[in-house]
């Protein structure tokens, strides 16, 4: 596991955040903030692999742009995902941030490999009712929503269309991971606010999905903080 701590900056664990299939909004969603270039993170990255089985969960796989320094650069990596991850970690009242960690619906963070810490988090998870009842499908290049809260929000909600990448190899050929040939799952290549919402009324928007990769909606508290509904759209 590696860390820093800095008002600025912040390294290395791995959380994954799960969400549901297309239809209710009722899987978790598991987010994996990870880098081709960080030692610790491959057994974490084939956990996540094993999470991509599950239909209950979504896992997310975030790659950071902090390990690019130190030899080679994550052909994933991308600023904004650290600094969603960052953003976490103020909400958390932290300055902290790993590599790997995994975020279990917008709310419980885990540093390093942990399977079954994340697995009975899943569960607990699962087991607690949904606010929002959400729906997603696609219809030419663009993803239709429709969304219904059983009561509106305090503060109002933030609608996102995540975009991913099912899976990839890549050689790596420096840096701390150099020689080896690692699989990643579930790559996030995009994640797109969509608007805000109120729950007062019920919601219907579409929004564009071009191309090929898969697409996820979420609907999560802002902070960021829990995640209320997410459906896969395949």
Known sequence: MR?????TFAL?????SAVQAEGTGGAIVV?????????ACPPADDFFADLAKDPDVIPLALHVDYWDYIG??????DPQFTARQKAYARAAGSRMIYTPQLIVGGQDRVEGNKPAEVEALIRRHL???????????RKGDKVMITAEAKSAFSTPVRVELVRYRPEETVLIESGENEGKTITYSNIVTSWQ??????GAAPLTIEAPAPGDDKAVVIVQSQGPAAILAAARVD
């Open 3 to 7: 860390h820093i701590a800095s008002a």
């Open 12 to 16: 290395c664990l791995a959380t994954a």
């Open 31 to 39: 987010e994996l903030f990870t880098s081709q270039g960080c030692s």
């Open 72 to 77: 080679w650069e994550d052909k994933f990596g």
């Open 127 to 137: 087991a607690t009712g949904r606010a929002v009842s959400l729906t997603a499908m």
């Open 193 to 198: 606010p969509l608007g805000d919402w109120s």
